[in-house]
């Protein structure tokens, strides 16, 4: 008999406080997805967004969503990769505001997955652009700000991929695992300067970029076996995250990478059968 007790969706909560009141945040990639949920979550909370995005239209449905809500939010639409673009949003951030106190670095792309055997050079340059370059460039633009200010938070989101193995893309989980080690590292060098960094290690998250429902809707009791709290993840799972790493919830946590991904690294290959009633790590369902 199964012990499976379905958790069903994001668990509400009603009043989670003001924990960002008149804080300047950044986010890249702000526009949708993990990213779109931070900063929808960070304007509730009464911070004034910095909608770093490169999709327009993205970004203009997400400050819509934030104006809607009686929420505070920019858009700058910019290609993180581009050190050009990163000036230009350093500047416009800077000038307006004065300041920066939280930054969420946040962009990152596993495709186009190419099989290690089958990659090159050029793959491999796509892969650090996309998911560790931009990382470097925004968070240098930022932190001369952060150190005259008297502090800040950065929250680097890379993946659960670079705290474990990853069989498929070892270029990607490489970038990632340097993403998580470049937060670790920050948070020791700069914690003098009342800067915190920490990062969040997503999986399983529905996104536009990672689809995980179509297709699969008739088969919800896999999940059971899938990730052991037993449901997908939701961008607004990871913004929770985000928003407790941001805010002074956390302000004695530094260097910290938190997987947020339902259970999967803890489960580390092991796997709920409802056939067998019990943990395996044999693919045979028994
Ligand atoms: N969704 C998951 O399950 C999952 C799992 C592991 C890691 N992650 C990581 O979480 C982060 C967010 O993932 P997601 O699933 O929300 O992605 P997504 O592709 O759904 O959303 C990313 C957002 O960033 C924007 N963007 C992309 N490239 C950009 C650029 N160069 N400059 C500015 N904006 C850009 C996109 O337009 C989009 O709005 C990524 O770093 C990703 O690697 C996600």
Do not use: C
């Not at 796509?126 to 150190?147: E, Q």
């Not at 941001?246 to 259970?263: K, Q, Y």
């Amino acid at each position: 008999m199964s012990d499976h007790v379905p958790v069903g969706g994001v668990p509400p909560i009603d009043d989670y406080g003001s924990l960002l009141a008149g804080r300047v945040a950044v986010v890249t990639g702000g526009g949708d997805g993990i990213g779109g949920a931070v900063s929808r979550l960070f304007a509730a909370h009464g911070a004034h967004v910095e909608v770093a995005e490169i999709d327009e239209a993205r970004g203009e449905q997400v400050l819509a969503d934030i104006g809607a809500a009686g929420g505070s939010a920019r858009l700058q639409v910019v290609d993180v990769r581009d050190p050009d673009d990163v000036e230009r949003l350093r500047a416009r951030v800077l000038d307006h505001w004065g300041r920066v106190d939280v930054l969420v670095n946040n962009v990152g792309d596993y495709r186009p997955l190419v099989r290690f055997h089958l990659s090159s050079p050029e793959s491999w340059q796509a892969m650090y652009d996309v998911n560790l370059h931009h990382m470097l460039l925004v968070t240098r633009a930022m932190l001369p700000a952060m150190i005259d200010g008297g502090g800040g938070s950065i929250v680097n989101v890379h993946s659960v991929e670079g705290m474990r193995g990853f069989p498929g893309e070892p270029v990607y989980a490489a970038m990632k695992a340097a993403a998580a080690h470049f937060t670790t590292s920050l948070a020791a060098g700069y914690g003098r300067f009342g800067i915190r960094a920490n990062g969040i290690g997503p999986d399983l998250t529905q996104t536009p970029q990672v689809d995980y429902l179509t297709g699969f809707e008739d088969h919800e009791h896999l999940w059971e076996a899938w990730v052991p709290v037993g449901r997908v993840g939701r961008p607004e799972d990871q913004a929770r995250v985000a928003l407790f790493l941001a805010s002074d919830l956390s302000s004695f946590v530094t260097g910290a990478n938190i997987p947020v991904d339902g259970g999967t690294l803890a489960g580390s290959g092991w796997f709920y059968s409802p056939q067998a009633g019990r943990f395996i790590n044999r693919p045979t369902g028994l």
